[in-house]
């Protein structure tokens, strides 16, 4: 290791490439048009793979790479792309060399060296500056990104960070590196881009293992272990199991050494990966960068503001206004034209329930009214694809009786005749909260509050209605409760909340039978009612 958006994107993402043209003095046309060309041809790398790989300091020719795939155990192959330390020539390493050998088969491994710790022990021009190491790793991430689109490397691909050994007892060193890559991985996120790790086993990844649960930090989605055993696996002593699991690893495990293959000798280090892509947050990823987000209105001017996510905050400085609704008592969002957009179902205080239509630009269309009175129900939802016909769907409780109804969304950006999912007294159940397939069994479940104790409980879907509730927490001091999709993309379902004392905007994140001790992502929500 030592050698080495597309047109239409809403406006939120135009905003973040714009800030990287003006950052960078040189951006491809690709980057700045949101059209990655080749980009959008070619599947995210290495995406889902097992097996074996190896790096090597300069890309091969691809006459090479024919002949190694031809006679070679290799699949996966990794490419140095880009930083200020990268240390050979890259000849053959151009767009059209990208594209042919994914088109032929291969799996590339996007290794970026850029500035090394303070505190090295390899000998390195470019270092970080601890003291400014948060903002010299969103500027390195956002060099890569460029660096990854005029390759053709397409978002969602991982952008493997290559952090050579350091002395980890050295604690500003340290500390400078933690802050260097947590804005990394944070602004590779904005992106669309996940985040990978390289370092060895006792200092870079034993420093991430300490920092993995820290509130607040932005952790790698991937690892790269470097520890030249020459075992091949990907588990290790210094990471535990239940960490970057499943699919989420990667080892070097045999430094630098010649192999020929099909009659060609490469200079090459040793991989073995187990890498998968992370699952799509499915609900509430309003910018389209694959990270659920939140949206929650100003109780004092009834300003809409959606704050963007990326795993482990939600960002207060990036948040864009996108609209005011003063006049509304129940705000939800769901993709009811399925055009891929985020739409809003704003029911105003009068009883009036109207569409607005997400568009590309990040604002919504004209409004079109879908009930004239629906002053009768509370606890409006976003259920998703309840009923599992393609479209989402819309739920709510009576007033009157305390029945629960589905109100099946159809064609044509409308809903259809409801039906009852539930009889009797619900009454005394609010903060309803669509929390997708919880439990991932295939349908949509909800998540009540118990209003007299605080008790949380999921309803898990069936068809027609639901099955027997079952206790999964309390919500204690908590309010708005919003079902956030998969906050940190590990495949369960999250809740989020407002913290009421503290004003918190808290994740807790899910497990298909519960909910793990809350993470606190952002600050500044007592003024800020609803949350969706």
């Known amino acids: 290791m030592l050698r080495k958006l597309t047109a239409g994107i809403v406006r939120y993402r135009r905003r973040l490439l714009a800030a990287l043209v003006v950052t960078l003095s ?43 795939l031809a006679s070679s155990p290799y699949r996966a192959a990794g490419i140095y792309f880009g930083g200020n330390n990268r240390g050979c020539t890259q000849a053959n ?9 994914v088109t032929r088969g291969w799996r590339l491994i996007p290794l970026y060296v850029g500035p090394q710790a303070s505190c090295t022990t390899v000998t390195r021009k470019n270092l970080i500056d601890d003291a400014n190491a948060a903002a010299q790793g969103r500027a390195t991430a956002e060099d890569a990104v460029r660096q990854a689109i005029a390759l053709g490397l397409s978002q969602e691909s ?34 669309g881009y996940f985040s990978g790790y390289y370092s060895s086993a006792s200092t870079g990844i034993a420093d991430q293992v300490a920092v993995y649960n820290k509130a607040g930090y932005v952790r790698p989605d991937y690892v790269d272990i470097a520890r030249w055993d020459q075992v091949v696996t990907v588990t290790d002593a210094a990471v535990p199991a239940s960490y970057w699991m499943p699919k989420r690893r990667m080892k070097q495990y045999r430094g630098a050494h010649q192999e020929t293959w099909g009659g060609v000798t490469i200079n ?66 769901m993709d009811l034209d399925r055009n891929g957009y985020t739409d809003l179902i704003v029911r105003t205080k009068a009883g009036a329930v109207y569409f607005y239509p997400g568009l590309s630009s990040g604002n ?63 009454k005394d159940r609010s903060e309803f909260a669509g929390v997708g397939d919880f439990d991932r069994d295939g349908f949509q479940d909800l998540l009540v509050r118990l209003t007299s104790t605080g008790a949380l409980y999921l309803y ?46 808290m994740v807790y994140r899910g497990n298909g039978k519960g909910f793990v001790a809350g993470l606190r992502v952002s600050a500044g929500y007592k003024g800020r009612s609803p949350l969706f």
């Open 158 to 191: 991982v952008l493997i960070y290559d952090m050579e050994s350091y002395d980890s007892k050295n604690i500003a060193c340290r500390d400078g590196v933690l802050a260097f890559m947590n804005a990394w991985t944070a602004r590779l996120h904005d992106f």
């Open 93 to 101: 390493l151009t767009p059209e060399w990208v594209r042919e050998q």
């Open 268 to 333: 090459i280090d040793n991989d073995y990966l187990d890498f998968a892509r992370l699952p799509a947050a499915k609900l509430s990823d309003w910018n389209r960068n694959g990270w659920s987000d939140v949206m929650a209105r100003t109780t004092s001017t009834g300003n809409l503001f959606a704050y963007p996510g990326n795993g482990t905050l939600v960002t207060e400085g990036d948040r864009q206004k996108v609209g005011a609704f003063a006049s509304a008592n129940a705000l939800l969002r």
């Open 460 to 505: 898990p879907g069936k068809t027609g209605g639901f099955k027997a509730r079952v206790k999964v927490g309390t919500s204690t001091g908590l309010r708005d409760l919003l079902g956030v999709g998969d906050f940190d993309r590990d495949g369960f379902t999250d809740l989020a909340a407002i913290q009421s004392s503290t004003g918190y905007l």
């Open 26 to 68: 040189v951006a491809p046309l690709a980057l700045i048009n949101g059209n990655a060309g080749a980009a959008t041809a070619l599947a995210p790398q290495p995406g889902n793979f097992t097996g074996y790989g190896f790096d090597a300091c300069t890309a091969p020719s691809s006459d090479t790479m024919a002949k190694w």
């Open 364 to 426: 919504f269309g004209t409004p079109k009214k879908l009930w004239k009175n629906m002053s009768h129900l509370r606890e409006l939802t976003a259920i998703g694809d309840f009923n599992r016909d393609g479209y989402p769907d819309l739920l709510a409780s009576q007033t009157s009786n305390g029945n629960v109804y589905l109100y099946p969304g159809q064609a044509g950006a409308r809903f259809g005749k409801r039906v009852a999912l539930a009889y009797g007294d619900w």
